[in-house]
């Protein structure tokens, strides 16, 4: 059901795309060329049981994961785009790379049937 009022739908993270529940286990963690303070992460996101779900590449501040190290993936975690085999996600509500807020731009709509 559409919610019409406006101060629940502005607390509502929008654009969360992963559920809670998932882990990245970090296979790559390398100083990002690009983008200073932040690491360029490639990881494997995997659900509870261990079963693979994806590949996903991501910016993290400088020193704040480790290789061979897994962490829990929040519904904070938003996904920028496709590329090749691996998702592009962003935590929070800013891409660091692009210094862009996405989920400010995009409003998840309920289906209409």
């Known amino acids: 059901m559409a919610n ?6 502005a607390e509502t993270p929008v654009g969360a795309l992963l559920q809670e529940g998932l882990t990245l286990s970090v296979h790559y963690v390398g100083e990002d060329r690009v ?3 932040y690491d360029r992460i490639l990881a494997t ?3 509870g049981d261990g079963t ?3 590949q996903v590449g991501l910016h993290a501040p400088s020193g704040t994961m480790a290789q061979k ?3 829990q993936l929040g519904g904070n975690a938003r996904i920028k785009r496709i590329a090749g ?3 592009e996600i962003y935590i929070g509500d800013t891409d660091p790379s692009a ?3 996405y989920s400010a731009a995009i409003e998840v709509e309920e289906l209409p049937f």
């Not at 019409?4 to 739908?9: F, G, M, P, R």
């Open 99 to 101: 210094g862009v807020n």
């Open 85 to 87: 085999n691996r998702a």
């Open 35 to 37: 983008l200073e303070g």
């Open 45 to 47: 996101c995997r659900m």
């Open 69 to 71: 190290h897994s962490y």
């Open 4 to 9: 019409s009022n406006s101060s629940a739908k």
């Open 52 to 54: 693979t779900v994806f």
